[in-house]
């Protein structure tokens, strides 16, 4: 099994900065996109920045230029960088990645989720 361990997450004032980490573990042959991901109280899940196979990082209109996204492929490791935090970007986070173990077609995995809480 693919497994996804966040860490990073906690309580900043707004203004701040704050990094988040993922490892990814568990055989993985091949990737196409790692990311994350977030949800607040009541919303959807959303999109926050991932990298695809090709290199390109979309990231959410609400956190470009605010929040910056980089991974190693060697070690299957994520991070993110977030800089002047809003109250707006507490939530939960999610690693995500979609890829492959060797001879199984693609699939997605999340992590178990860190929390973000920006205070005002």
């Known amino acids: 099994q693919v497994q996804l361990v966040e860490s990073g997450g906690g309580l900043v004032q707004a203004g701040g900065p704050l990094s988040l980490s993922c490892a990814a573990s568990?055989?993985?042959?091949?990737?196409?996109?790692m990311g994350w991901y977030r949800q607040a109280p009541g919303k959807q899940r959303e999109l926050a920045a991932t990298?695809?196979?090709?290199?390109?990082?979309p990231y959410a209109d609400t956190v470009k230029g605010r929040f910056t996204v980089s991974g190693d492929n060697a070690q299957n490791t994520l991070s993110l960088q977030m800089n002047s935090l809003k109250p707006e970007d507490t939530a939960v986070y999610f690693c995500y990645l979609n890829g492959r173990r060797w001879r199984a077609i693609p699939q997605d995995y999340w992590g178990q989720g860190t929390q973000v809480t920006v205070s005002s």
């Open positions: 990298i695809n196979v090709g290199g390109t990082t």
């Open positions: 568990g055989n993985i042959f091949s990737i196409n996109t």
